[in-house]
């Protein structure tokens, strides 16, 4: 059974730093691209990053770029996604999600952690 | 980027209802559409694939069609767990977008 489990979400300040793990098992990790999505609170996805498989290729969304950093570990069979710079509208449900097939779309998701930026 | 809309944003329908949702692309995606259900508080679920490709395990009574710019989910016959909000995503390019949400709800 494929399973996706996320952690590492909390309160931050503005400006601080923060960094997302998603554990996952019941598949061959390294054989898929795995991504971040998010959702504000009260509002619809919102695509932030996806990584390939062997961790070679990463795309960010404009909103994040520069802020943010996806990457995985094969051998831990655990993506993450280091936070910097946090601002208030990062704050969201943060999914991560295996691409079924190439980047996307998106087959199995997390439960999701939320991330809240407030001073 | 490639904006997605979708109509309507929300509908109200009955149980035994057929109800159609759709998503407009700004610029051809081919057949990398998705549709996801969204529950409250839930993680989505993929319903829909490569456009028209029912994902394992999903009810038939799900179905997409379309390609290039426009596309279609349609719910034959609306059951009680069906309630829930449908995104549609492409995926035939970066960054990844997601329409804006249609919510069905009961009537």
Do not use: H
């Not at chain 1, 009260?42 to 932030?48: P, S």
């Not at chain 1, 601002?87 to 199995?108: L, N, W």
């Not at chain 2, 009810?59 to 059951?79: A, E, K, M, N, Y």
């Amino acid at each position: 059974e494929v399973q996706l489990v996320e952690s590492g979400g909390g309160l931050v300040q503005p400006g601080g730093s923060l960094r997302l793990s998603c554990a996952a098992s019941g598949f061959t990790f390294s054989s898929y691209a795995m991504s971040w999505v998010r959702q504000a609170p009260g509002k619809g996805l919102e695509w932030v990053s996806s990584v390939s498989g062997t961790g070679g290729s990463t795309y960010y969304a404009d909103s994040v770029k520069g802020r943010f950093t996806i990457s995985r570990d094969n051998s831990k069979n655990t993506l993450y996604l280091q936070m910097n710079s946090l601002r208030v509208e990062d704050t969201a449900v943060y999914y991560c999600a295996k691409g079924i097939a190439s980047f996307g779309p998106f087959d199995y998701w997390g439960q999701g952690t939320l991330v809240t930026v407030s001073s | 980027d490639i904006q997605m809309t979708q109509s309507p944003s929300s509908v109200s329908a009955s149980v035994g209802d057929r109800v159609t949702i759709t998503c407009r692309a700004s610029q051809g995606v081919s057949s990398w559409l998705a549709w996801y259900e969204q529950k409250p508080g839930k993680a989505p679920k993929l319903l829909i694939y490569a456009a028209s490709s029912l994902q394992s395990g999903v009810p038939s009574r799900f179905s997409g069609s379309g390609s290039g710019t426009d596309f279609t989910l349609t719910i034959s016959s609306l059951q009680p767990e069906d309630f829930a909000t449908y995104y549609c995503q492409q995926a035939n390019i970066f960054p990844l977008t997601f329409g804006p949400g249609t919510k069905v709800d009961i009537k």
